[in-house]
Structures are given as structure tokens and as C-alpha cells.
């Protein structure tokens, strides 16, 4: 009979904790399945944002959506909503002048061959003051990227400082600009050859007037940058200079009109420059690299326009005709003391030196040197036209 309570008592007690242990599971699964059902909860807030780096400062507003998923969980940004983005009311861009540094400039500026890829470069871009019309909208790029897109009508000048060596694009038409929400943004530019890009970084300098002017290269430097047949080198540049002077070049390019071209008149151009001391007679001589464009023998110091087309030596021209490119064509004037001993050039062929027309210039009809007393020289460039 003991054994029999004794067992009925054991069974009671494991009924119990069997019971005990069913009501804690069904505790956890209750508190589990609160958890699991926590609704989400979502706010929306209207939120301005200013953009100070970069060439265009800028205000974006929003309404931003956060969404809370756990209880006393962070809040984090679930969608965002552009409502308005502007420049900033105080922001001008006409007559600014930016500079910029890139370790790739290929990759900075379309407009640039594959000479340039991987090479530094400080990139100067000026706006100037004659902006036509503007336009703002809100767009995207195709990988969702939203931006700002401006239309634009204006002109501008860039320079590409590389090696030491300057690229000056001058009067540019700008046509729009691209800004982004980081600050940076890209400047769509038509330099003539179509439309390029030049991407704006954020670090961007904002300079004066005076570090521009400072900046544009010099005239030499701009029509030897552009040029295929810059002549470089001359032995006679240790002589006495002088300068000659055309209204038929402006800002170092010829005009159409003295060219060879369907679009020219074949003139020969005008020409002036000062008397010097001792000289009897001049020879003007017009090079594109080594082809012979004009011999003249004068003693006077003003050629008028048109005063020569192709004839006898000494008084001979054929206007530029570039088969391709943009050419150099330079106008040498040289002082002559007395007679020279030859005219060692060919006239409307290549294969002529600067060097034997000197050496042949130089030496006068008794074999003597020191014949040529000084010269000068103007440059222009022309550029082929299909």
C-alpha cells in the first residue's frame, strides 16, 4: 500500500512539472509572436539641404520618409523625395573665373586626345558676362543619380595647363551644366569640333580676374599650341628685331580672304613695319613650316593689300591652302645692308629652311657676311575648312 501512494504521489509530481513546463513555452512563443508583430512605424520630414563645395552652390529641399522596424530601433531613411532644388540667392556665375587640379586630364575634358591621359593638369575655366537664357529641372542620370540640370546659353573661355604647356580655348559656347548633390558637376561646352564635357570637381578654386589674365597664355604660346607647322628654331635669332604689323591677322589668325581656299580671295596681305638704320632693301618672306608662300623685294616699309599674286621672283604670293589642320603661316621681313648673294628658297614648294634662306640673304654680292642688319617676324595660324 505504501508503494502504491508512493507511486501515485510520483505520478502527480511529474503531471505537475509536465504542467510547468507547458505554461513557460507557451509564455515565450506569446512573447515571441508580440515581438514578430511590432508594426513598422514611418515618419516624413521636410528637410533643406545647402551645397557650398563646387562651382554652383545650391539649396535642395526634401521630404524624406524614415521607417523604424524594431521597437526603439534606429530610424533609418527609407525614400527621398526632391521637392525643389536651386542655386543659392547669392550665387553669380557671370565673369567668374574656377581652377581646378586633376591627375588625369583625358579623363577630366573630353575635348583632349589620348596625349593627355594620365597627365596632371590645372584647368582654368571663365565664364563670361553675356548669358542669353538659363533654365532649371530636376533630372536623373540612367543609374538613378538625381541631379540638377541647367540649360544655359552663354560663352566662356577654358585653358589646360599640362607639362608646362598651355591650351587656350578661347570664346567657347557653353551650353549647360550638370550639378550633383557632392558638389560636383559637369560643364557641357561646345569648343568647335562639337560637344565636350568637362567634369567639375568639388574641390574647385574660385580665382580673380588678375590670376586670369595671368593664367592665358601669351600670343606666341597660343599659336604655337594650336599649330602644326610652328617653325621653332632659327639661327638668326640673336639679330636685332623689329615689328611687323597686319590688319589682315587678329588675335594670331589669318583672315580668310588672303587664303588660296574656295572660301579666300588669294590677296596677298598688308603689311608695315619701322625703317632700320642702314638697311637698302627688305626681302619678305611668308613660310608655312617649309613650304614658301611669298617672296617680296621692297624698299619700302609698307606693302598694300592685295599688291602681289603669283609672278616673277621677288614679287610673288599664293595664299595659304592647308591640306589638313591648322598651319602657321609666318611673315619674316629681313633688313638688308646691300644686294644678296642668291635667293636659295623655291617658291610655292616645300623643302626650304629658314637657315639657307638666311645664309643666302646674309652674304652679299662680294661674299661678304653680315649682310641681313635685323629682322622681324609675325605669325598667324589658318586652319583647313572642308
Known sequence: MKKALISIVSIILAAGIMGGCGKKNDSSESKIETESTYEAQHKTEHEVVTVTDGVMPQVIEKNVTYVQKEKDGEWEVESSEIVNWNTTEDFVILDTVWFMETDDAASSFTYLDDSYSGKKATVCLKFHDDLFSTDFSVDKDPDGTPKLHVSLSMHGDIIVDCDGEKLYLKDIKIKGCDAYENGTAHTFVDCGNGDDTLYVPTDVRQGTIDEYLSFVPSLEDRIRAESDTYIDLISFDQLPKFEVTSPNVTDGKWDVKITNTKYGENISPELSWEA???????????????????????????????????????????????????????????????????????????????????????????????????????????????
Open 276 to 386: 632700320v638704320d642702314g638697311a637698302t632693301n627688305y626681302v619678305v618672306i611668308m613660310l608655312d613650316g617649309s613650304w614658301l608662300h611669298m617672296d617680296v623685294f621692297t624698299t619700302e616699309t609698307h606693302l598694300q593689300e592685295g599688291a602681289f599674286t603669283k609672278g616673277e621672283r621677288g614679287e610673288q604670293y599664293v595664299g595659304p591652302y592647308p591640306p589638313s589642320g591648322t598651319h602657321t603661316y609666318s611673315i619674316f621681313v629681313f633688313a638688308l645692308k646691300g644686294e644678296m648673294s642668291r635667293a636659295d628658297w623655291m617658291f610655292d614648294s616645300g623643302n626650304n629652311s629658314t637657315d639657307k634662306i638666311f645664309k643666302g640673304l646674309d652674304e652679299d654680292k662680294d661674299g661678304n657676311t653680315g649682310n641681313v642688319l635685323a629682322y622681324g617676324r609675325l605669325d598667324g595660324n589658318y586652319t583647313h575648312q572642308d
